[in-house]
Structure formats: structure tokens, C-alpha cells
């Protein structure tokens, strides 16, 4: 029989970082070699032709730019229709949340610029800035509000409607859930590898939604344990469904006809890391085809005693 041993994360494990370089040339050849930036540009796919450039600024970035500024740059610029020095009128053509067209018409011949503030994403309508802006908006946890009053604190354009914000998220959180999943699996295939063997040592630790013990929504996570540490699985835990009120009778029928209840926990919430390490542990033989033999978490987690009690692998102790 394989034991399940189980480790106490006393200290947290000490990461070698590279110094930074004041030259900014240096640091941009650096971010451009790490893997996270690597793994990025191999997913963004975007409908825009990259000009090569000796230019320490990244051309797939954005650079904030008050409009004061962008006009009087261009007035310092000759009209590519006529040769005048430009001296005419910038406007707005187009605004889709963040995303807009600009338009400058000279004032001596009426020959008019357009320019796009940002590329479309391949096979879709929709634009890089705006589709960043709803994923960041989620990384930090203000969601659609919080990032309308950071625009308005930015003075910076307003983002996309808040209904069509609504609906693409269920289109972000397919995407995200599909990107997740073959991260995962990949990192067990990378752990499998590493170990030459399907018995692996995992590391876990759980967070809530709010401070303490009381919030209502909770998760946990499993990492791999290794030189390439990396993510392998994730369990939620909800006490409660989303509420909705009703204060639109109509819309409120419409609502729960496709409306799916996400409560499946009934305990403490201080029981959900230890519950969903747990269930990930149940699972990990009908998923990936492996054990988890080896555990390390954190000392005051309830997980230690869980595992040791239960008998997540029949035959396994």
C-alpha cells in the first residue's frame, strides 16, 4: 500500500527573482523572454499588422494619452493631402466602451484621418481594449461598477453597456473554463513526467470570498509540486445561489427559466477548504487518471485531519 503523507507548510517556500535593470531596452527584451509573456502572445490573436521597431514601447500595448496632447501633436505635423501644417478639428466619430475612431479633418483642403484606438480581436466584433478591460475588471473584483467609476476617476472613456457586458461574460467565462481545463491537464501531464510516476505530491490551500470565516462563497486549489509549480485543479464552494429580486415580475420568470443554482454547500464556511481539497482528491483517478499520495498545506488548515480520516483511494491508506 502507498501512504498518503501529509506536510505542514510552516514557511512559505523562498523564490529566486532576477534584479531588475534600470535600462528600459534591457527590460523589454527581459519581459518579452518570460514565459508568462510568451504563453500570452501565442493565445492573443489579434486583427493588427505589428510593424518590427528598434522602439523600447511595446507595440501590442496601450499608452494613455490626454487628448490635449494627441492634438497638438498633430498640429506640429503636415497635411498629408494638401502639405499644409495641419490646422483642423478632432472629433469623435465612433465610441464603443473604451474603443474609438478619431476623426481629423483639415481645415484647409477637408481631407479627413480616421484612426482606430484598437484592433478587433480575429472572428469577432469585438475590440482588444474593451474584451481587457471586462477581464481586468474581474482580476480585481469591482466588476462592471467599480470599472464604470474607475473610467470616471480616469477621465477616460466609459466601458461597454452594461447589458452587453452581461452577456459577454457567460461568452468569457466558456472561454475561461475551456482555457483553465487544458491548463490543468497539461500540468498533470508536466507532473507525471517530472515524477515518471502517476502517485504525485500536491500542494494546497483555500481562499474565501470575504475575510474571516463567514464568507458565503469559498474555493481551493491544488498545485503541482515540482520546478514548474503549476496549478492542477480547483473546487468552489457556494452557500448560497445569486440573488434576484423581484422587482421586474416579468423579467424575473425570464431569469429563472435559464437560471442555474450554484449552491452546493450546506456547512461552516472555515469547512470549505478542507471539503473542496477533499473532493478534488476524490476525483483525481476519473479525471487525470492519478493519486495524489503526497500533501502539503498549510498547518492550520482542517485538511490535515480530513485526509487523514477519509479514504480517498480505495486500497490507498
Not at 501529509?6 to 529566486?16: F, G, N, T, V, Y
Not at 527590460?27 to 528598434?54: A, F, G, Q, W
Not at 499608452?63 to 503636415?78: D, E, H, P, R
Amino acid at each position: 500500500m502507498t501512504a498518503i503523507r501529509i506536510h505542514s507548510r510552516a514557511q512559505p517556500l523562498s523564490m529566486s527573482t532576477s534584479q531588475a535593470t534600470t535600462s528600459n531596452s534591457s527590460t523589454t527584451v527581459k519581459r518579452s523572454s518570460l514565459p508568462s509573456h510568451e504563453k500570452i502572445m501565442k493565445r492573443v490573436k489579434l486583427d493588427v499588422s505589428l510593424t518590427s521597431s528598434n522602439s523600447n514601447v511595446p507595440m501590442d500595448g496601450y499608452t494613455i494619452l490626454q487628448n490635449q496632447v494627441l492634438f497638438s501633436l498633430m498640429s506640429k505635423t503636415n497635411c498629408e493631402d494638401c502639405g499644409k501644417r495641419w490646422n483642423g478639428t478632432m472629433n469623435i466619430k465612433k465610441r464603443e466602451g473604451l474603443f474609438l475612431i478619431l476623426s481629423f479633418e483639415c481645415s484647409s483642403c477637408k481631407n479627413t484621418i480616421n484612426i482606430e484606438t484598437s484592433p478587433k480581436i480575429v472572428s469577432s466584433a469585438r475590440r482588444d481594449i474593451n474584451v481587457r478591460s471586462q477581464i481586468g475588471s474581474h482580476l480585481c473584483g469591482i466588476k462592471y461598477a467599480g470599472l464604470t467609476k474607475l473610467m470616471g476617476a480616469m477621465n477616460l472613456p466609459g466601458p461597454i453597456q452594461d447589458e452587453r457586458y452581461s452577456r459577454w461574460n457567460k461568452d468569457l467565462l466558456l472561454s475561461i473554463k475551456s482555457l483553465s481545463d487544458r491548463s490543468m491537464r497539461k500540468g498533470i501531464e508536466e507532473a507525471v513526467t517530472a515524477a515518471n510516476s502517476k502517485d504525485l505530491m500536491v500542494s494546497g490551500d483555500g481562499f474565501w470570498q470575504t475575510r474571516g470565516f463567514k464568507s458565503r462563497h469559498g474555493a481551493a486549489a491544488l498545485i503541482s509540486c515540482g520546478t514548474a509549480s503549476k496549478v492542477v485543479d480547483i473546487e468552489t464552494c457556494h452557500k448560497t445561489s445569486l440573488a434576484i429580486k423581484k422587482s421586474n415580475p416579468d423579467k424575473y420568470k425570464d431569469i429563472l427559466k435559464s437560471h442555474q443554482c450554484e449552491k452546493n454547500y450546506e456547512k461552516s464556511s472555515g469547512t470549505m477548504e478542507s471539503s473542496a481539497v477533499l473532493s478534488m482528491f476524490n476525483r483525481s483517478v476519473s479525471k487525470y487518471g492519478v493519486h495524489y499520495t503526497s500533501y502539503i498545506g498549510d498547518g492550520d488548515s482542517k485538511a490535515f485531519a480530513t485526509l487523514s480520516n477519509a479514504t480517498p483511494y480505495p486500497g490507498i491508506t
